[in-house]
C-alpha cells in the first residue's frame, strides 16, 4: 500500500455509495501520512462538486483521516475557534496521490464550546434507499456516529487540546518551507 509523504500535494477525491465522484479538493500539503492515519493541511484550496461548481475554501483547516475508522474530521481554523466538521465515511485508501473515500451523508459539526450537532439524516435516509446501503453499513455507520462522539466528549485524536496547536504549527513550517523552494 502506498503512503502519502510529509510535506507532499495531495488530492482528496469523496465518492458516494454507487462510485460516482462527489467532491474533489485539488491540494491538500500532507503532515503525516502513515498506512492508517493522514493529517493534512490547506487553505483557500479549490473544490470541485460533482456538477462541475467551483469554490475556494475560506480558511486554514487541518484534515484528519483514518484507516480504520468509519468518519474524517476537518479542523476549520476560525477566528472565533476551531470549528470540526466530521463526515460519517468509509475509511480512506490512497492511491496515486490521491486519497479517496466514500461519503455516507451523515455528519457532525462540532463547536468551539465542544457542543455538537447531526447533521443530513433525511439526506442520509434518502440516499440509502436510492443508492441501497445495505443494513450492515446502517450499523456500521451509526456505531461510527457514537465512536465519533465519543472522541468529541473524550476530547480525543483531533478534538485533544494539543492537536490543532501541534499540527498548525506544522503546516505553516510546510507553507514557508514551499514558499522559499
Known sequence: M???????????????HN?????????????KGTRNIVIGGNERTLVTESDGRTWLTREPSIVYFHAEHWFNIICMLRDDGVYYYC???????????????????LDVKVFPDMSYTLLDEDEFEDHKRQMG???VIDQILYRNVDKLIGWIQQKKGPFAPDFIEVWTNRYQFHKRYRIRE
Open 2 to 16: 502506498e503512503v502519502p509523504s510529509e510535506g507532499e500535494s495531495i488530492q482528496i477525491h469523496s465518492y458516494k
Open 19 to 31: 462510485g460516482r465522484i462527489h467532491r474533489v479538493w485539488q491540494e491538500t500539503t500532507v503532515l
Open 87 to 105: 463526515n460519517i465515511s468509509s475509511p480512506f485508501v490512497y492511491s496515486n496521490n490521491v486519497l479517496k473515500y466514500i461519503d455516507y451523508d
Open 133 to 135: 446501503y445495505p443494513e
